[in-house]
């Protein structure tokens, strides 16, 4: 099975997540960019793809790939400035998946929370108004605070466990 692993990332979260996934890969399976995807996806029976959270899915640069692609699997992964366990990641993951032609291709997805770029709490602050959902708040803050620490060692290693699970079930 041949498979390869995609990313889009801002901050190097999401990248940072990719490199660890790529680590407990069969060799030779490439991890690149969205950016410097390979034309021709189709040689792949496995993709992942990594994006970062914008507005509750994939980032522009991600949706646009997730929207073409036509292989068998299609497993995906996020990085976002909210709780991993959150509804709002699980929803990021749902939406991103509803991007794709065939939603039989997705196998899983995974999230997990990344520091967010403080031009864009910046920004957030500015647009709403405190004490809003994406306001400044006490509540906000602290999660931002939070986020800074991420992702960290126990989030690689719960996104190697992930892929190994991955592959576990594309093998059975």
Same mark, same amino acid.
């Given at each position: 099975?041949?498979?390869?692993?995609?990313?889009?990332?801002?901050?190097?979260?999401?990248?940072?997540?990719?490199?660890?996934?790529?680590?407990?890969?069969?060799?030779?399976?490439?991890?690149?960019?969205?950016?410097?995807?390979?034309?021709?996806?189709?040689?792949?029976?496995?993709?992942?793809?990594?994006?970062?959270?914008?507005?509750?899915?994939?980032?522009?640069?991600? *949706?646009?790939?997730?929207?073409?692609? %036509?292989? &068998?699997?299609?497993?995906? +992964? /996020?990085?976002?400035?909210?709780? $991993?366990? =959150?509804?709002?990641?699980?929803?990021?993951?749902?939406?991103?998946?509803?991007?794709?032609?065939?939603?039989?291709?997705?196998?899983?997805?995974?999230?997990?929370?990344?520091?967010?770029?403080?031009?864009?709490?910046?920004?957030?602050?500015?647009?709403?108004?405190?004490?809003?959902?994406?306001?400044?708040?006490?509540?906000?803050? *602290?999660?931002?605070?939070?986020?800074? %620490?991420? &992702?960290?060692?126990?989030? +690689? /290693?719960?996104?190697?466990?992930? $892929?190994? =699970?991955?592959?576990?079930?594309?093998?059975?």
């Amino acid at each position: 099975m041949k498979n390869i692993i995609l990313y889009s990332s801002l901050t190097g979260n999401t990248k940072r997540v990719a490199e660890a996934m790529a680590s407990i890969m069969p060799p030779g399976t490439p991890c690149v960019s969205v950016k410097d995807a390979p034309e021709n996806l189709s040689d792949y029976d496995t993709v992942f793809v990594g994006f970062w959270v914008d507005r509750g899915t994939a980032n522009k640069e991600a *949706a646009k790939l997730i929207e073409t692609l %036509t292989n &068998p699997h299609v497993v995906l +992964f /996020a990085t976002l400035g909210m709780y $991993a366990d =959150s509804d709002h990641a699980r929803e990021s993951i749902e939406k991103a998946a509803a991007l794709l032609p065939n939603k039989e291709q997705l196998v899983d997805g995974f999230v997990c929370q990344g520091k967010i770029d403080p031009k864009v709490i910046e920004m957030m602050y500015k647009m709403f108004l405190p004490g809003s959902a994406h306001g400044q708040s006490p509540e906000r803050d *602290a999660l931002h605070k939070s986020a800074e %620490t991420h &992702p960290d060692e126990q989030d +690689f /290693a719960n996104a190697k466990e992930f $892929a190994k =699970s991955v592959l576990a079930k594309l093998q059975a």
